[in-house]
């Protein structure tokens, strides 16, 4: 810049005041795509729904007596309900009745995913509440996470005797959302 | 018919918006001074006409008008009153509304005490001013009637959102609408002085005052949500980093850093195009809040209504408003001379120091904000941003704003000596590394950002303090000396200093209830007791109780410290029927230091309401020092507006001609 004229200098400048206005514009562009009434932006869509679960093979979490999981394990029997957790979710929690619910008054066959979780913190949690799950698989470093497409913990898919994936949840089940969604699905694959 | 006139008096509003906006602009450009004249009339009688609308509106939601389409759709003739009004503002429609009457009612003090700026000036203010207002009054006529009627009338309300229905949110929207809309103020004195050509030391005298009163709203507003979400979620969290919150927050970062080179500009007649380009983007952040949380665009875990056509409205209006007065921006400000010069090491430099770091951290919230929405416009899919973004950009720029704000006083303008400031310093560098240092041992080496937090809070709380002390002398000079220095301090100044100390108390806060938060979530049976941090909570029981217009199941705790009795919190869960939606009903006992705060949940078993309820207790360390922070601010604020200097309607002072750098400090 030490090479820079007066005039070169000012024109510069003038460039420089015109930046917030061309960020802004750039903004605008974004905003206005952002409003497309097709849109919902509470729907985070699984590119894997209707397709066949992906490959994977988690050993069991230490200190625990269930078993690992694998893809092989998905296949076979009825609809499954695979169910994404870790100790340090809050909402998490707050499902943990309703599965084990599930599990105990509808037969459902319910495994797990302990995602980026430490062994002893989520062995303390299973002791805690209770363990419903049939095996867990143990993704210490998050990697059956990605390959499963996962945004967030907890999340909740239906596999059907295929190996199929035929429906998803992000986020927290409901009561509401497990009598409305979740049992019409499984009852279709039985 | 009352309704009808509300609807009548918002189109009238509409054509005084627009003569108030197109007569005095011609004036001023051609130097007319009756056309500029019209501009206070014209401010007062759209006051006069948006406050009828307003309060026909109110009316039909008081005597509970089924007729009314809105007051159908969000009352409820069972409502307690307040919520009756309250739910005014609780719904798109109305909250529109009040978005209007606050911008006309900013538009209306400026016509009555802004009679020391020159007349010119004020037209352009007013003429900004009602541009705003006209896009605004139009928004709410073409796409937001709240006054449409509904044949024929249904027997009762649908209700309002029981999640609204709480004192803390019927005065929240308020006043972070005087906040946002306040902003609007620095906006229009903006434009006025891009179209005059001319930004000089009094301007920056004229914009603080309006800037400073929208940053006290601000301040309360996003506190007063921040409580809300604290008491009223009953997830024991006062911040979540949701877009809603976020779009509150930049305004608020940015109307800070604008609040601090206005003085840059008032004192030393520097970085006024920075100053210009912030007022304009404070505004700009304000309205972007308003069409995120209108039209949907963002998820979010706050409900409004939302509706594309409103958002596409929204979005022309952001355009038209912040697109102009940046295109304004880039022909007219590089035109602005800066006059005072200033060393690397000085007040202006560290003034600008701060704007760089709250600038920064506002792009830093935006991005966040609007990064999945970004990332999904290029193809990328969906995905959302969370806390430990925020955690990882946010909080490492604010610590060096802390550390640069306890030095910042101490510099002289012009060029600053840091070492001897730091030196001055001494002592509360100390005090900081012992705090910082005393929570690390504290807490059996916990999070070393927290105990970092705690040292700059500390540091802050006491370079604040000695700064003060040094002011005024005290311990140098005899205390009546002290005493007289003390008096004649303006109170700007002590302004300053509360807000200051203000921020360093909540920060205590802020960080420690993210670090050292505990909490308990477990099925619990009446009798059982639970023992979190040092605190035995005995478990009673719970009872149904009928309330107007929701049936509650309470539960009862009896606490107790070393066998003490502490308080009995009873937390509650409600059911509204009308809208079928539960709420909770956190119970919080504080001990200053401390918030016990409890959750009551479902029952194990639906049939058996005498056996085990999901329980959730939280211990929150420091909370209360937040909103006590936030308060101080606030009052800060509210005394550096009382200065003589900054009052309002303070005489004019000739200074139109000012020789170069002949501003005194």
Redesign the interface.
């Known amino acids: 810049m030490s090479e820079a004229t007066p005039r070169t200098m000012?024109i510069l400048?003038?460039v420089l005041?015109?930046v917030?206005?061309l960020i802004?514009?750039g903004?605008?562009g974004?905003?206005?795509?952002?409003?497309?009434?097709q849109?919902d932006?509470?729907?985070?869509?699984s590119?894997l729904l209707d397709k066949p679960a992906p490959d994977f093979e988690l050993p069991a979490v230490p200190g625990l007596q269930t078993p690992g999981l694998s893809r092989g394990d998905l296949e076979g029997g009825g609809p499954v309900l695979l169910n994404v957790f870790a100790s340090w979710c809050?909402p998490c929690?707050a499902e943990h009745?309703l599965l084990s619910e599930l599990v105990e008054s509808r037969g459902v066959t319910l495994y797990g995913i302990d995602y980026k979780d430490k062994a002893e913190d989520a062995v303390a949690w299973l002791e805690?509440l209770g363990n419903p799950y049939a095996a867990i698989g143990h993704d210490d470093s998050g990697r059956a996470g990605i390959e499963w497409g996962i945004?967030?913990v907890p999340e909740t898919f239906v596999i059907d005797g295929d190996g199929t994936i035929r429906y998803r949840h992000a986020g927290p089940l409901t009561r509401q959302l497990i009598e409305e969604e979740l049992l019409p699905v499984l009852e279709q694959l039985r | 018919m009352i309704p009808e006139i509300g609807h009548f008096a918002l189109i009238l509003a509409l054509v005084v918006a627009l003569i108030q906006g197109s007569l005095p602009m011609l004036g001023a450009a051609r130097g007319k001074r009756g056309w500029m004249r019209v501009a206070e009339p014209a401010a007062l009688l759209q006051l006069l006409l948006v406050l009828i609308a307003f309060l026909a509106l109110m009316q039909a939601y008081i005597v509970s008008d089924f007729t009314v389409w809105n007051v159908v759709e969000n009352s409820h003739s069972a409502k307690p009153l307040l919520y009756k009004i309250s739910g005014v503002w609780g719904n798109h429609e109305g909250s529109m509304l009040l978005w209007v009457l606050i911008l006309t009612l900013y538009g209306a003090a400026v016509a009555l005490f802004g009679g020391n700026l020159p007349e010119r000036l004020r037209a352009r203010v007013l003429g900004v001013q009602a541009w705003i207002s006209t896009g605004f009054i139009a928004f709410c006529l073409f796409t937001s009637n709240p006054f449409a009627r509904v044949t024929p009338p249904p027997l009762d309300g649908n209700d309002l959102n029981p999640l609204l229905q709480d004192p803390g949110l019927a005065f929240h929207p308020p006043l972070l609408y005087l906040g946002y809309v306040g902003l609007s103020m620095a906006f229009s004195f903006a434009v006025a002085a891009l179209i005059e050509g001319r930004v000089d030391a009094a301007w920056g005298r004229w914009v603080r005052p309006w800037t400073l009163l929208a940053w006290c709203f601000l301040t309360g507003g996003i506190a007063l949500g921040s409580w809300w979400a604290y008491y009223e979620l009953g997830w024991g969290g006062w911040w979540f980093w949701d877009p809603v919150e976020n779009v509150s927050l930049m305004p608020w970062l940015l109307g800070t850093a604008l609040l601090h080179s206005a003085v840059v500009v008032e004192k030393r007649e520097a970085l006024k195009a920075w100053t210009i380009l912030l007022a304009i983007l404070a505004f700009g952040f304000s309205l972007l809040g308003t069409f995120i949380v209108r039209s949907g665009l963002l998820s979010s875990v706050h409900a409004f209504a939302s509706d594309p056509t409103r958002g596409v409205f929204i979005l022309i209006l952001l355009g038209l408003a912040v697109g102009g007065a940046l295109l304004l921006f880039a022909v007219r400000a590089p035109k602005l001379q800066a006059q005072g010069l200033f060393a690397p090491i000085s007040r202006e430099a560290g003034l600008l120091l701060n704007n760089l770091l709250l600038g920064t951290a506002a792009a830093t919230v935006f991005v966040g904000t609007l990064y999945p929405l970004l990332l999904e416009a290029m193809g990328g899919g969906k995905v959302s941003v969370g806390p430990p973004y925020f955690n990882l950009t946010f909080v490492p720029l604010f610590l060096p704003l802390v550390l640069a704000m306890g030095a910042g006083p101490l510099l002289n303008w012009k060029r600053a000596d840091l070492a001897g400031v730091l030196g001055r310093l001494k002592l509360a560098l100390i005090a900081a590394i012992a705090v910082g240092l005393g929570a690390w041992i504290l807490s059996d080496g916990g999070p070393v950002m927290a105990c970092l937090a705690f040292g700059l809070a500390a540091w802050l709380l006491l370079a604040t303090l000695i700064e003060l002390a040094e002011r005024i002398s005290l311990f140098r000079a005899p205390l009546t000396e002290s005493l007289r220095r003390a008096g004649r301090l303006p109170r700007a100044h002590y302004g300053m200093s509360l807000a200051h100390a203000g921020l360093a108390i909540a920060i205590f806060g802020i960080t420690a209830s993210s670090a050292w938060k505990q909490e308990e979530v477990r099925l619990m049976r009446p009798g059982e007791t639970l023992t979190l941090a040092g605190y035995a909570y005995r478990f009673e029981g719970v009872e149904r109780l009928q309330g107007p217009n929701y049936r509650s199941d309470m539960a009862s705790f009896t606490v107790t410290r070393d066998g003490d009795y502490v308080a009995t919190l009873t937390p509650e869960k409600r059911l509204y029927p009308v809208q079928n939606a539960p709420t909770t009903e956190a119970a919080i006992h504080t001990t200053g230091l401390a918030d016990l705060y409890a959750v009551i949940g479902d029952p194990q078993d639906p049939q058996d309401r005498a056996g085990a309820w999901t329980v959730r207790l939280y211990h929150e360390p420091l909370v209360p020092w937040m909103w006590a922070g936030a308060l101080i601010m606030i009052l800060g604020g509210l005394v550096s507006l009382s200065d003589r200097r900054l009052r309002v309607g303070m005489p004019a002072r000739r200074r139109k001609s000012l020789p170069a750098g002949a501003a005194e400090a």
């Open positions: 000012k400048i003038r005041f015109i917030p206005l802004f514009a903004t605008l974004y905003l206005y795509f952002g409003l497309d009434p849109r932006p509470r729907a985070v869509p590119a809050v929690r009745p805690e945004t967030g």
